[in-house]
DNA sequence: AAGTTTCCCTA
DNA sequence: GTAGGGAAACTTG
């Protein structure tokens, strides 16, 4: 019993006759419909259930909202007086007396919902009702004896459930009532007859014959609800049926019912309910729907239900903030870092013990290669996905042709159900003539599509959760087969809401750091170099190995890390800000953008050229010719030969040729003009083979055969603020400060119709900056409008706003990025090309004029220290494990990165957010335009052309307000945005 | 063939 | 001073 069920004080409704009405609310089925109806649906979406500290709340919420409308409002035909609320006990009940594999293809609950059961009992108390359950019965069976005992009242009863089981329950005074969100409906007698062929006396027959899949009951084979209702209208009931079976006309349907007919008696019994339950809590003990508003607003406050709160404050008059949060109930505010003696408000073990209990068990399973089995059968491998089906979870990996998503071919799946069970199911495997790979290693597979058909439906539930270790690659490989992944956990994604800063999340780390296993690596299997094979010609007795393993080491991961997701208050930002990204950024990566193969190949022309002229004039002016490539070749000319004055070295001791050492060399006053050409032209070679070797002779390798479009790759868990990294190519670097490097930005271009859109957010690292360290200068002049850093160069040297000369106003701008970037004198220095006491002067000056920002960097400094991590506004942490061992000289490196890290990575949330929810937005603005690519604060659309109005709207708008609701930025979020035929042009 | 260094492109 | 990716040269195995 529980601690708490002594304080529930039930009170007193008025007497059962006539003018009752009760309501009878069938709480465990309304919890999973609603689950999967909309609570899923929205956590899809981005849409966060989950309270501070990580305890999942949506079907929490969900049951509250519901009760509450039911309790104040009362449904089509006025309010109840009566409320009796009642639920499953869990366990078995007295029907697998009866039938031991009654229910027993029932998925486990989902694991969001599991610790949600005692609260939303929780939620009934705080209604001021006792839920109901009994021990050996179903909720079912206590709703049909309060049916059967309040018939001889003479009150009306409304059943509050949609499920048909209860359908036999309808009556004259009986009615169920469907409160699903958005499809809410009255069911009778006309209904009943609708959905099952007879009223509600016969549905029992009709149930028993026809069975039901959900609830495992048999019935008889070939039997559904139309057959069976014609049947029952023939027969009268199933009894009259069997001992009459030999009338049935039709052969087949005649044996199955002679043949099955004890089978069809034991489903009557199941699927009829037990009216005749000893009632714990008899029907006069039936709650009142009077509610104590300070004790719901306790509990809704516990929950960290706002508008829910508020609305029962304003119902009952009462002031919110004068009400207390249920303190049993409530966070109990710094989650447990610690995995040790948590417990739960009812002595079960928390989500902390559960994560150290599981790491325990599962790094004793041991693996055994060995032991993985190699799916050879369309039937073996659906046996496989139906045991996937009934357990509501397994890992997945997909073996593929390529790295590259866009070019891969599937070649084979791999999938793991429990540690040490998994499987490989090969599908396109093939012998190649130079390897033998022996008579044991045959080809016996899967034929591809079949497989692919048969995984289909199972990748795309959404009650089946697909875990894999970065999912995007897989979803995107199976995007372009025509399947939608639904239902998705990525253990790297989990491992870097948990981990970023401790390490990388690779699927071969994680195993190492969290299992002490070290996987079969891919060169293993396929070789190296130019020996390497792809995976199709690996033999399928290594590839089981290698692909099962993957498998099996995904899922015990997943198993280890997603508990601590909850223990350690990261369930909102993995679900809100990393698991959302994948289906956005897969189909970034598909759609692609159109790139113009031909502009590039005569900007390739046009260096090439160039660099021809320059090379010769830099062989004439050197007197010798040479690698101009080479830094060690032309520091030896440079510095050597020729005897120019070298500057700086590298940290290996080399002499640096850098850009700044030829910049310095050519504002030498000490050189002659002739001296000086040198120099200016190794800049000019330097600029433009960059241009050609990086850019314009590369990007065409990378436009796709098929689309014309380049598909870059973004990673996530790869960069420790949360930002995204491009790769392959990296579209992040595109050049855009000189003239020569913008022609390039002006080869991507919109598809024919369209236009592409780029829409940026301006200073928005310096906007979270003025908010987070809460400097009111700086949240004045954003929120007026002004020019940041001229606002900054007037504070700092007097100079009024509208006379700014432009030097002053960017060495504002170089400090304004510096206090960014953790400033340092050297830093600010060397940017400014100023001795390093004067930076050190400029920066003791910024400092006196925002003393709020230097208090912001001893801040972030002493809590990387202290707590070893620190924290964007959204609540992502970025660890800092090497402040504890770092010497003197190393510390200031990652002191600094852990006064920027909340800066650029609350951006970077920002970011995630407006992309999460932009597809849907812009779809529901009726818009066809795509999100193609990201640069860290911009984003590229591709419009078309008559809807680049609208796309641009709807873009800024979700931009803008990308922080809502979930955090309040005292500054606004300014986004610029412009439409053109290329992102040069647009940006 | 694989790893490291230098340089340079982006926000 | 922050965060990245990548080409080419160079070094090491």
């Given at each position: 019993m529980s601690k708490r069920s002594t304080s529930a004080s039930p009170k007193h409704a008025p007497a059962l006759d006539e003018s009752a009405h009760i309501y009878l609310i069938d709480g465990s089925a309304y919890i999973f419909r609603a689950y999967f109806a909309m609570f899923k649906a929205s956590q899809a979406r981005g849409a966060s259930f989950t309270r501070s500290d990580g305890t999942p709340t949506g079907a929490v919420m969900t049951f509250c909202n519901m009760l509450w409308k039911l309790l104040r409002e009362g449904l089509d035909d006025g309010k109840p007086t009566h409320v009796g609320v009642v639920f499953d006990h869990s366990g078995e009940s007295f029907r697998n007396e009866i039938y031991d594999a009654y229910k027993a293809n029932r998925d486990e609950p989902p694991e969001e919902l599991v610790p949600q059961f005692p609260l939303i009992r929780e939620a009934v108390r705080a209604f001021g009702l006792t839920p109901i359950e009994q021990e050996g019965y179903e909720a079912d069976d206590l709703i049909a004896t309060y049916v059967a005992q309040a018939k001889g009242t003479g009150a009306e009863i409304t059943i509050v459930s949609g499920d048909k089981d209860l359908m036999q329950l309808v009556g004259d005074d009986v009615s169920m009532y469907d409160p699903m969100p958005g499809n809410e409906r009255r069911i009778g007698r006309d209904e009943v007859v609708k959905k099952f062929g007879v009223g509600p006396d016969k549905v029992v027959e009709v149930q028993a014959l026809a069975g039901d899949s959900t609830d495992n009951i048999p019935g008889i084979p070939g039997i559904g609800v139309k057959t069976a209702a014609q049947l029952i209208e023939q027969f009268g009931d199933v009894e009259t049926l069997l001992e009459r079976a030999?009338?049935?006309?039709?052969n087949k349907r005649r044996e199955n019912v002679i043949q099955y007919a004890e089978q069809a008696r034991i489903s009557r019994k199941l699927v009829e309910l037990d009216s005749e339950v000893p009632l714990e809590h008899p029907l006069e003990e039936l709650g009142s729907p009077e509610v104590d508003g300070k004790k719901l607003i306790a509990f809704c406050k516990a929950m960290e239900f706002t508008t829910l709160t508020k609305r029962v404050a304003d119902a009952y008059g009462l002031d919110m903030d004068k009400v207390a949060a249920d303190e049993s109930l409530a966070p109990d505010g710094e989650p447990a870092e610690d995995a040790d003696d948590d417990e739960t408000t009812d002595g079960a073990p928390g989500p902390a013990h559960l994560a150290t209990h599981r790491a325990k068990a599962i790094r004793d399973i041991p693996i055994d290669r060995d032991a993985y089995e190699t799916v050879t059968t369309l039937e073996r491998l659906n046996e496989w996905l139906a045991r996937a089906r009934e357990q509501g979870y397994f890992a997945f990996d997909i073996e593929t042709t390529s790295l590259s998503a866009m070019r891969a071919e599937v070649v084979g799946v791999s999938m793991a159900l429990k540690p040490g069970e998994a499987c490989y199911v090969p599908m396109a495997h093939r012998k190649a003539d130079e390897l033998d790979f022996g008579d044991?290693?045959?080809?016996?597979q899967v034929p591809r599509d079949a497989a692919l058909e048969a995984l289909k439906p199972v990748l795309e539930d959404d009650g089946i959760l697909k875990i894999g270790q970065n999912l995007k690659y897989d979803y995107l490989v199976l995007l372009g087969l025509g399947i939608e992944m639904r239902a998705i956990d990525d253990t790297m994604l989990i491992s870097y809401a948990l981990d970023t800063g401790r390490g990388t999340h690779g699927m071969d780390e994680l195993a190492r750091r969290h299992l002490g296993h070290t996987c079969i690596t891919y060169k293993e299997v396929a070789g190296t170099g130019k020996a390497q094979v792809t995976f199709d010609l690996v033999p399928i007795d290594k590839a089981t190995a290698y692909a099962a393993e993957d498998a099996d080491v995904t899922l015990r991961l997943w198993l280890m890390l997603k508990p601590r997701l909850a223990a350690e208050g990261m369930t909102a930002v993995y679900e809100t800000l990393e698991r959302p990204m994948v289906p956005v950024l897969a189909r970034m990566e598909h759609y692609g953008i159109k790139v113009d193969r031909d502009a590039l190949s005569r900007l390739s022309g046009d260096f090439a050229q160039k660099l021809g002229a320059l090379e010769s004039e830099i062989y004439e002016l050197a007197g010798e010719e040479f690698n101009i490539g080479s830094t060690k070749q032309l520091a030896d000319l440079l510095f050597g030969k020729l005897g120019y004055p070298g500057g700086r070295k590298t940290k290996t001791g080399a002499w640096s040729t850098g850009a700044r050492v030829l910049e310095d060399l050519v504002a030498d006053e000490s050189l002659t003009e002739a001296q000086r050409q040198l120099p200016i032209k190794l800049l000019e070679w330097r600029q433009l083979s960059k241009l050609k070797n990086t850019y314009t002779d590369t990007l065409p390798d990378y436009i796709h055969p098929d689309t014309g479009r380049i598909h870059t790759s973004y990673s996530l868990g790869s960069v420790r603020t949360g930002r995204l990294a491009s790769t392959e190519p990296n579209l992040q670097n595109i050049p855009i400060r000189t003239r020569e490097g913008r022609q390039i930005r002006t080869a991507f271009v919109a598809q024919d119709g369209h236009k592409l859109i780029s829409a940026d957010y301006s200073q928005i690292e310096l906007r979270v900056l003025a908010h987070i360290a809460d400097i009111q200068a700086l949240k004045r002049a954003f929120a007026e409008g002004l020019d940041i850093h001229a606002m900054t160069a007037s504070e700092m040297f007097g100079f009024p706003i509208e006379k700014m000369p432009p030097e002053i106003r960017s060495r504002a701008k170089a400090i304004n990025f510096g206090i960014i970037y953790g400033i340092s004198a050297f830093g600010l220095a060397q940017q400014l090309g100023i001795p390093r006491s004067e930076a050190g002067e400029y920066i003791k000056k910024y400092f006196e004029r925002f003393p709020g920002i230097r208090d912001y960097m001893e801040e972030m400094k002493a809590e990387a220290h202290d707590k070893g991590y620190v924290r964007t506004i959204f609540g992502r942490k970025i660890h800092f494990p090497e402040l504890e061992t770092a010497t003197q000289a190393a510390r200031g490196n990652f002191e600094r990165a852990a006064i920027n890290a909340p800066i650029q990575g609350s951006a970077a949330d920002i970011l995630r957010r407006a992309m999460i929810r932009m597809p849907d937005a812009l779809a529901e603005a009726g818009l066809s335009a795509r999100m193609l690519l990201q640069v860290h604060d911009e984003l590229i659309i591709e419009a078309r052309e008559d809807e680049v109005e609208p796309t641009i709207d709807t873009a800024v708008q979700i931009m803008s307000a990308a922080n809502e609701p979930a955090v309040d930025v005292s500054v606004p979020l300014k986004v610029d945005a412009r439409a053109a035929d290329n992102w040069d042009d647009a940006h």
């Open positions: 030999g009338e049935i006309k039709q044991a290693n045959g080809l016996a």
